[in-house]
């Protein structure tokens, strides 16, 4: 843990409209130059603790005692400030690129016009650029899927392209909403080579969502465990089989296992007290 986190989030709570229950409640950590996982059920609030960092829920109601990121008080920031910083030093990659890429674009102009949004450039020295970018991702003949649309490219390929978009400008924080949990175990471990190099080689901080748990487990260092919007327990990821809370101990024994005993798996009880007490 770095003395001087590049994410500092402190109390974070935020409620949907119309909703009775918070999404998100009394969330903190702090993220280094480090490979952050945060792990939960489908509702447990975990993509929503990244948009919330994003500021990509203006219709929420959010609250926090402190959310600074690099410097910049993210709670007070405008909505101006919030659009220098989204893309150019702080990036998102979603889940599945078939809902992020414009299906009428082709790809490489998608890549370029990122670029050129946050760096004033000839429309050459973006193109150059984004082919370049491609290539980091492991695309072969980038020239070639540059002038293709999204879709005449694989899943995979489409996650790699939206890698390369939002890698472009060299952020210093990355947020990863399940990248993934569409594609095939091959392409899935290129992807996270990218990552891993990414965190290695340029230092930033990546936050990787997921509900994967062996795959926190073999790449992230720490590991957020949430439920009911809240941070139930933390740990190192080499850890995670020492864990201490019901909750996380329930998603672990419900994991199937290749070779293990082939009675049905437990079904995980839950206890109403876990939405109530304070983070681990």
Partial sequence: MTSDPILDVQGLSLRYPGAAEPAVR???FTLGRERLGIVGESGSGKSTVGRAIMKLLPDAEMSAERMRFEGVDLLRASEAQMLK???ARMSMILQDPK????????CGDQVAEAYRTHVRCSKRAAHDKAVAMLAA?????????????PHEVSGGMGQRIMIAMMLLTDPDLVIADEPTSALDVTVR??????????VKERGIGLIMISHDLNLVRNFCDRVLIMYA??????LDARDLDRATH???RGLLAAQPRIGGPRAPLPVLQRDPSWTMEAPA
């Avoid at 991702?137 to 649309?149: A, H, M, S, T, W």
């Avoid at 471990?189 to 990414?198: F, G």
């Fill in 26 to 28: 009394g969330v903190s």
């Fill in 85 to 87: 910083l989204r893309g």
């Fill in 99 to 106: 809902y992020s890429l414009n299906p009428i674009r082709r």
């Fill in 137 to 149: 991702v492991q695309i072969r003949d980038p020239e070639r899927v540059y002038g293709l649309y």
């Fill in 189 to 198: 471990l290129q992807v996270l080579k990218i990552l891993d190099d990414l």
């Fill in 229 to 234: 919007g809240r941070v139930v327990e933390t």
């Fill in 246 to 248: 019901p909750y996380t």
